[in-house]
C-alpha cells in the first residue's frame, strides 16, 4: 500500500510539476516580445484582411521558465480588442551557414477580452531567429502563425504576423 501511494504522489508531482526541456530558461525574451513597442502586421481571413497586433505586456513565468504571460492588442481594420495569454518556448536550433545566430520555437494562445461575434481566440506557433549572445538591445525577427477562431465558433480563419515583411509566408518554417 506504501509504495502504491509513494508512486501515485510522484506520478502526480511528475506531472504537473514537468517542464518542456526548452534549453534557454535563464534568457529573458520579454523585450523581443514587445518589439520596441512596435505592433506586428500580417493577414487574418481568405480576404487577408491586414491585422496589427502589439504585445504591450510579457512577463516571464518564474516558476515556469519557458512560459510567458502576455497582453496586448488586436487591431483589425479599426476594430481593436484587447488580449491576453501565454506564450510557451519549446525548442532551439542552430541556423546553418549562421554560427551566430539560433531558432528558437513556441506555441502561443491568445485570448481576446471582448465578446461578441468578432472576439475569440488566436492560438499557434511561434518562431525567432535571433543572435545566441542576447542583450537587451538584440533584434530578432518574429514571426507567428496559426488560426483565429470566435467564441461561438462559427468563424475560423488562418492568421500570421511578424515583425518583417516576409516574400511567403508559406516558406517559414514552424516546429
Known sequence: MKKILLFLIFAFSFSFGQS?????????????????????????STQETVIKLRIEKAAKNP????????????????????????????????VKNLPEDMLVFGDFTLKELDSGEHSGIFKGKLRIQTVKLMTKDTNATLTFKGKWTNYSKTMDFDVWWANFSPTDISKVIFK
Not at 534557454?24 to 520596441?36: Q, V
Not at 497582453?71 to 542552430?94: A, L, M, P, R, W
Request: net charge negative; proline share 2%.
Open 20 to 44: 518542456n526541456g526548452f534549453q534557454l530558461k535563464n534568457e529573458d525574451f520579454s523585450h523581443l516580445l514587445m518589439n520596441k513597442e512596435t505592433p506586428f502586421y500580417g493577414t487574418i
Open 63 to 94: 516558476e515556469r521558465q519557458e512560459q510567458y504571460f502576455v497582453s496586448g492588442y488586436s487591431d483589425v481594420e479599426g476594430n481593436k480588442s484587447k488580449f491576453s495569454g501565454e506564450i510557451i518556448f519549446t525548442q532551439t536550433f542552430n
